[in-house]
């Protein structure tokens, strides 16, 4: 079954189409000249009863709009065989389907599975052989500046799974910040939780207070800001933590909440 971090590497491509393109670029030294990069279908399914379907598709357009190359992703934690069977169906498929070509792009941050995925797949027919790109850690760039991570949260993202440290890991920590919340929370944990148990206490001792509170606690401390206007902002959180069950009390000075993912 795909795992959390497994579905929120894959949620980076789909909120982001062109970060597949700029991992070809950057990471496998190949350059698409496109001026359009849209998500397609990921269904790979046949008329057999067998379902295959990829982790994401990105269709790289020309100015005419006419597909110049599929991108196939998929996002790789382990070893799985039956791959070698459908990595070079989705490639024939998506060739077929856009009248172009098609890349296979395999994000594996294993080393282990890294190796294992950039070996040559032997379809049988003569000269048919598939090679999968591969992105992982050795090709994934150490993005420290946060303006650099700024400009591309999801490769950031990438940068600190790859390479949990901790200059790493602010740096795209505050590059996902100004994204909508839900995804903004996600990533921020997905990189906590990389991160060394060292490393991350570090981190959280350095990173301002941030609400990470269940439904419960936000209300009560909604109705105490609003008690507390007359005495002030401060005095009305002061109040609403005062009034939590203790069960769900947090003091500003405590590391802030982190869902475990993994």
Request: charged content about 25%; some cysteine; proline content about 5%.
């Amino acid at each position: 079954m795909p795992s959390v971090l497994h579905d929120a590497i894959v949620d980076l491509f789909h909120k982001r189409a062109d970060l597949a393109v700029e991992l070809l670029h950057r990471c496998a030294d190949i350059q698409l000249d496109h001026a359009r990069v849209e998500l397609g279908s990921t269904d790979f399914g046949q008329v057999a009863p067998t379902s295959y379907r990829a982790d994401a598709v990105v269709i790289v357009r020309g100015v005419d709009r006419t597909p110049i190359t599929g991108v196939i992703v998929e996002v790789q934690r382990r070893v799985d065989r039956r791959k070698l069977a459908s990595w070079p169906l989705y490639v024939t498929n998506l060739r077929a389907a856009i009248g172009g070509s098609a890349i296979l792009l395999v994000i594996a941050l294993t080393r282990s599975v890294a190796r294992w995925a950039s070996r040559a797949i032997e379809t049988g027919h003569p000269g048919f052989v598939l090679t999968p790109l591969v992105i992982g850690a050795e090709n994934l760039p150490k993005i420290r500046d946060k303006a650099a991570a700024s400009q591309s949260p999801g490769l950031a993202v990438l940068s600190a799974l790859a390479h949990p440290e901790l200059k790493i890991a602010k740096s795209a920590i505050a590059a996902v910040r100004p994204l909508p919340e839900d995804q903004s929370r996600l990533y921020e944990n997905l990189i906590l939780n990389a991160l060394p148990e060292k490393i991350r206490q570090t981190l959280e001792r350095q990173m301002k207070f941030r609400d990470y509170v269940g439904d419960r606690e936000r209300d009560v401390y909604s109705r105490g800001e609003k008690a507390g206007l007359k005495q002030g902002r401060e005095a009305g959180l002061e109040q609403g933590r005062l009034q939590a069950p203790s069960s769900t009390r947090r003091s500003h000075d405590s590391p802030f909440f982190i869902i475990r993912l993994l």
